[in-house]
């Protein structure tokens, strides 16, 4: 079982910039996927990032150039730089893992709010 603990979400200004952290309880070098996805208020969870074990890593066509993700094996950490904020990047925003014979799981999910 992979306990996943988003934090670093809140209020953003547009243009701005925050950076979410995803806290994993299994050594992340042994995930073979960790990803962020996002909820926006009335609409379906969307794919944003994804960071395999190999370091390659895919973003959504409208966060790619803004958004960063990247991960710490020292600290068991994933993180998503967010750049040049819009208002549309208001969501939650989830972390995710998943594997071979590890499954999927999820975090809780950090509130993020772009708006001026």
């Known amino acids: 079982q992979v306990q996943l603990v988003e934090s670093g979400g809140g209020l953003g200004e547009p243009g701005g910039s925050l950076r979410l952290s995803c806290a994993s309880s299994?050594?992340?070098?042994?995930?073979?996927?960790m990803a962020w996805y996002r909820q926006a208020p009335g609409k379906q969870r969307e794919w944003g990032a994804n960071?395999?074990?190999?370091?390659?890593?895919d973003y959504r066509e409208s966060v790619k150039g803004r958004f960063t993700i990247s991960g710490d094996n020292g600290k068991n950490t994933v993180y998503l730089q967010m750049n040049s904020l819009k208002p549309e990047d208001t969501a939650v925003y989830y972390c995710?893992?998943?594997?071979?014979?590890?499954?999927?799981?999820w975090g809780q999910g950090t509130q993020v709010i772009v708006s001026s």
């Open positions: 995710n893992g998943e594997g071979p014979g590890l499954g999927s799981h």
């Open positions: 299994m050594s992340i070098s042994s995930i073979n996927r």
């Open positions: 960071i395999y074990k190999t370091r390659r890593t």
